[in-house]
């Protein structure tokens, strides 16, 4: 009996070197796994499959470093299949330190397709003002956003001079850690009919699935699996891909702490109460 | 240079971070009161810089009539807001609140009616010809009815009830195992960039 009660009681530093080795195997040794397509992800992909050539397609870049290893493997494939499909991207955000991210997404893609800054992409930055901001964008986008990132201002920008409100954008690709992606569906989708895909965390997908299922939005790309997935989509195989292997063995692992410690918990209660 | 400068920094840090896995220490709480004070150090910056500056004090210089004195209006909301340190006047702050709360507030309920509730109840009536559809049907009139306090749950309601506790947890296990994949996810992530970009195991 006594191992069932050192199974619940388990020391969590064992738990975590446990999970280090199951997550560093296969990132070591580059194990891949097939990674299934599901029809969320397929949609998302389609949204910016269908556009016509030089569509343009907004970015929002709401997650900081925290939630970065989910949601930077969406917005690289993302973006790869944006400019692999000649589409001019509009990239901003609702976290300030988001924008980092956005800009080394930029700087990582762009050139492989020869994008040209001003021409072909622009990064307009952070702005504060959240809901506010997201009205206010339907009407005039330079009423937030006097300069881009760099601090030009916007109507010396080429790209931006014909772009003014959600009329002049296809399609919102948000990048979501927390509520912003919620707001965009309900401030410049509902209200100003802007077709939406989300890429969220795996923590925020969840409560995305019913606006996926109401056709509030075209697409939605979930966790570190919606990552790999995309990336398998567009064919250009990174980290998301690269994860996999490591969250399934992680996931067996923990499934066998769940099964283990509640076979522990009830035989030890069992027991006391004999 | 630069680049592998900042490699290790992130490196170290990251360990830092790590070690309270096995307990507290001051390379943790290093490491944790840094990015605490970049972070708001980069956000304020950036809003004096890309916000405040273009939109305030450069429009109030360039603008010419009555638009330019209106933008004195949020200034003074502004400053108002950093009336909170100073305890004799903190009560201004409380103007800038009840506006900042009635803007989000009349934001949040025409956002919520418009944006999720109308579209929700659309999307809830479906055709009851497939199995997805009865299921998406009943369980959102079971959980309502378990949320529905106005009579004792008893009889057929006590049934309606169970059944929407059965819906609701199978969206908490849903939601814990997203989570799990993404907390696993971070974990992946620092671990990716150990491995590949600062001890450079794997090509």
Redesign the interface.
């Known amino acids: 009996m006594k191992i069932f009660e050192k199974i619940a009681n388990i020391d969590s ?1 064992i738990i ?1 070197l446990l ?2 080795l199951v ?2 195997i296969p ?2 040794f ?1 194990l891949v796994l097939p990674i299934n397509l599901s029809d969320p992800v397929k949609q998302a992909y389609q949204a910016i499959e269908q556009l016509p050539e030089g569509s343009v397609v907004m970015f929002s870049v709401d997650y ?1 470093a ?5 949601i ?1 493997p969406m917005l690289l494939a993302t973006l790869r299949h944006a400019f692999s499909k000649k589409h001019k991207v509009v990239l901003l955000g609702q976290w ?2 988001g ?1 980092p991210f956005g800009e080394i997404g930029l700087n990582e893609v762009a050139p492989q397709f020869n994008a040209r800054y001003g021409v072909d992409y622009v990064n307009l ?4 003002g959240y ?2 901001q997201m ?1 206010g964008l339907g009407r005039e986008i330079r009423d ?1 956003y ?2 881009d ?1 760099k ?1 030009t201002p916007l109507d010396q920008i080429p790209l931006m001079q014909g772009i003014h409100n959600y009329n002049d954008i296809d399609l919102l690709v948000g990048l979501e850690a927390g509520q912003a992606g ?2 965009w ?3 410049a ?3 100003y009919g802007l077709n939406i895909i989300i890429g969220a ?3 925020i ?3 995305m699935f ?1 606006y996926m ?4 939005i075209r697409g939605l790309i ?4 919606g990552a790999a997935e995309y990336e398998t989509m567009i064919n250009h195989l990174g ?1 998301g891909v ?2 996999m292997v ?2 399934s063995w ?2 067996l692992l ?1 499934l066998g702490f769940i099964i283990a410690g509640n076979v522990g918990y009830f035989v030890v209660r069992r027991r006391k109460q004999s | 240079m630069m680049q592998i400068i900042g490699t290790w920094i992130a490196a170290g840090l990251t360990l830092a971070i790590f070690s309270f896995l096995y307990k507290d220490n001051p390379f943790y709480k290093f490491a944790e009161h840094l990015y605490v004070g970049v972070s708001a150090a980069y956000a304020i910056l950036y809003v004096l810089y890309f916000d405040v500056k273009p939109l305030l004090v450069d429009k109030f210089i360039s603008e010419q009539g009555g638009e330019r004195w209106i933008l004195l209006v949020p200034a003074a909301f502004g400053l108002m807001m950093l009336a909170r340190w100073i305890p004799k006047v903190s009560w201004l702050s409380r103007w800038s609140i009840a506006l900042t709360v009635g803007i989000a507030a009349g934001l949040g309920i025409t956002g919520q009616i418009q944006g999720i509730l109308l579209p929700q109840i659309r999307g809830t009536l479906v055709p009851l010809t497939t199995v997805n559809n009865v299921l998406m049907v009943v369980g959102v009139i079971s959980t309502l009815i378990y949320f529905y306090f106005s009579a004792a749950h008893k009889g057929a309601l006590r049934y309606g009830a169970r059944l929407g506790m059965v819906f609701i947890m199978m969206a908490f296990g849903a939601s814990f195992g997203y989570t799990v994949m993404a907390r696993i996810s971070l974990l992946i992530g620092r671990l990716h960039f150990l491995v590949y970009e600062w001890l450079r195991l794997v090509k």
């Open positions: 530093r975590y999970l280090l997550v560093l990132l070591v580059k900081d925290s939630s970065a290893p989910e930077q300030a330190l924008l930055g952070y702005r504060p809901r506010a009205v937030f006097a300069t990132y601090g919620e707001e569906i309900q401030f989708g509902a209200r965390t795996g923590v997908a969840p409560d019913h299922q109401a056709r509030q979930g966790g570190l699996q980290t690269a994860g490591a969250q992680a996931h923990l």
